[in-house]
């Protein structure tokens, strides 16, 4: 993990970017967010960091499934029964699944073909149309690479990307926002080697500094009805930094859990 040059700050500012239509496939995202920025009287200055929620990352790449068009295997029927959860369902969990970690009480622990270890592979039927359901992107670290680059060359400023899910979290209740995608910023801030206020050397801290942006600006996008599908977070005092989703993630053999 390479050096990153940072500075704490002691201000952020979270701003939600309204007015973004129902996204369908196909659709520009960069185009429809250019669009609500001059209609919210936006603007974008160099290290401003732009979430975008997964959903509508993948509504416009075509990962919304009609459910009466999955066909359940005999695997899909069994967990549903032990479950009781729509054997459609099921089948798409299985799909998007690299291993089954866990199954009890209506929810599947998966480990997702991207690496992420989630609920029912991060397959979501709210806010879309009934007997529909959302995948996760197919490729989200792609996506909002593409996306920076986009908003970048569109914009003249220098910006980072990143798009964010909830997900649950081991030993707690609830749901939070995670980043499942980073592009400009650390996915991880490697402090170690630093010292603290009483001169002791930092030997294993690492600081998640993408998912902490993504739960901060889940405050303000939501998880319903809200209808703010990205933010701006500004302030935050980091050095464009190439980095991956995959520094996040555990490997297997340093999984305590599994």
Known sequence: MSEVKFEFTNHLEITGVKGLPEISEGDDLTSLFFDALEENGLGLEDGDVIIFTSKILSKSEGRVIALAKVKPGSEAE???KET???PKIVQLILNETKEILRIARNIIIVETHHG???ANAGIDESNVEVGKAVLLPEDPQSSVSRLRQEIEARSGKLVSVLTSDTFGRAFRDGVTGICIG???I???LDRRGE???FGKIARI???AVADEVCAAANLVIGEFSEGIPVAIVRGLRLMQHDSDIKD???LKGNDLFR
């Open 248 to 250: 996040v993630l555990f």
């Open 84 to 86: 009781g959860k729509d």
């Open 195 to 197: 010292q603290d206020r």
């Open 78 to 80: 069994r967990i549903a």
């Open 186 to 188: 650390p996915a991880v």
């Open 205 to 207: 801290t690492k600081e």
């Open 116 to 118: 992420f270890v989630c």
């Open 182 to 184: 980073v592009s400009g």
